[in-house]
């Protein structure tokens, strides 16, 4: 069993430190867990921005679809790509998946990407999230 801990930031959202990679690039980041992030393919885990996939020189699928963008509160057009994360406490990789389905959200932060449920659920297998909310800390148990 392997857990790993974030914390709360002012806002409740739940942020882990992570790190993007596709080949040999890689791109620290936050990782922001939006519990509530679905898409119309259960296969599309986790978004991020135009800029970090620019940087990751990811290959955009040719296929376009509509997807419910969170900060602007309207369906926006958006593409796939394939890549990989490691997720980290400390510094220390602490878990690593490959070749994730992952949705290009335009507009969104620069620097954080959004996990949704099925990561945690399909990918991680996540037994359980541990939130508290009085010392702003929580853990998520794989």
């Excluded at 800029?51 to 699928?61: C, D, G, N, R, T």
Aim: charged letters at 25%; one cysteine or more.
């Amino acid at each position: 069993m392997i857990s790993i801990n974030g914390i709360l930031n002012e806002n409740l959202d739940l942020l882990i430190e992570g790190e993007l990679f596709n080949g040999s690039a890689n791109y620290i980041t936050y990782i922001i867990i939006d519990t509530g992030f679905v898409t119309q393919d259960d296969t599309t885990h986790i978004a991020l921005s135009d800029k970090i996939s620019a940087k990751l020189k990811l290959q955009k699928s040719e296929k376009t679809f509509e997807i419910w963008h969170p900060t602007e509160n309207k369906p926006v057009i958006c593409q796939t790509a394939n890549l990989g994360i490691r997720l980290k406490e400390n510094n220390q990789t602490k878990f690593e998946v490959e070749k994730i389905n992952a949705v290009i959200l335009p507009n969104l932060h620069d620097d954080e990407i959004l996990i949704g449920p099925d990561f945690l659920l399909k990918d991680l297998k996540c037994r359980r999230l541990i939130i508290n909310y009085e010392e702003f800390y929580f853990k998520v148990v794989i």
